[in-house]
């Protein structure tokens, strides 16, 4: 009975890579998000998705594309991938403003 | 100036004791402001969402808020070691009403 599910909970790979992960919410919800939580636990938002169309795309690196195949779907794909990408990433999806995340893909680059 | 404002900590408190843990934010329109606790290893947990100004309780945790210091707290009352986690205070901006703003969290460790 998983609300928010993603895969794969664990990623590494080398640089110049191209890896995606990939996010179900099972809760009816209508909007979704990818997170990025660097390091320093700081958790910042990098897109959102209502319905299946792009409302926030917060100044990410155009190698990052989200894709969602319908609302209860959104993928992050990564292009070309730098050690800085290296952090967790959450998914997660709302109802009346209230996130309910995911268990987050740990990527690390070498 | 940052969005949303905590002290890192880490913050000490002992088992039994009150826990109060602050959070500030910036855009004067915010609209609706989250507290979620984040476990080692684990993906955030929504614990309280407050709107109104003033106090919201629910069992051992107490919500504040203070939209005129722009300001929001978190009370757990009667600590437990398993309360031992980071605090992630949670802004929803007036632009962007979709989207969360999070601080960089506060860490709280309960001593037995």
């Known amino acids: 009975d998983t609300a928010v599910s993603q895969t794969p909970k664990y990623l590494v790979t080398q640089m110049g890579n191209d890896k995606s992960i990939k996010c179900e919410q099972n809760?009816?919800?209508?909007?979704m998000y990818w997170y990025k939580q660097d390091s320093k636990k700081f958790l910042k938002i990098m897109f959102s998705?209502?319905?299946?169309?792009?409302?926030i795309n917060e100044t990410v690196p155009n190698r990052f594309s989200p894709k969602s195949p319908d609302k209860a779907h959104l993928n992050l794909h990564i292009n070309s991938l730098e050690l800085g990408d290296s952090a967790v990433y959450f998914c997660?999806?709302?109802?009346?403003?209230?996130?309910?995340f995911g268990p987050g893909t740990r990527l690390l680059v070498l | 100036q940052k969005e949303v404002e905590q002290n890192s900590g880490p913050l000490s408190v002992p088992e039994g004791a009150i826990a109060s843990l602050n959070c500030t934010y910036s855009d004067r329109g915010s609209q609706s402001f989250f507290w979620y606790r984040q476990y080692s290893g684990k993906s955030p947990e929504l614990i309280m969402f407050?709107?109104?100004?003033g106090d919201k309780e629910d069992g051992r945790f107490t919500a504040q808020l203070n939209k005129a210091s722009q300001y929001v707290s978190l009370l757990i009352r009667d600590s437990q070691p398993s309360d031992s986690a980071t605090y992630l205070c949670a802004v929803t901006p007036i632009q962007g009403a979709q989207k969360l703003v999070f601080g960089q969290g506060t860490r709280l460790t309960i001593n037995p």
């Open positions: 809760l009816g919800h209508d909007t």
């Open positions: 998705y209502n319905n299946k169309e792009l409302i």
């Open positions: 407050i709107y109104s100004n």
């Open positions: 997660a999806s709302s109802h009346m403003g209230t996130q309910y």
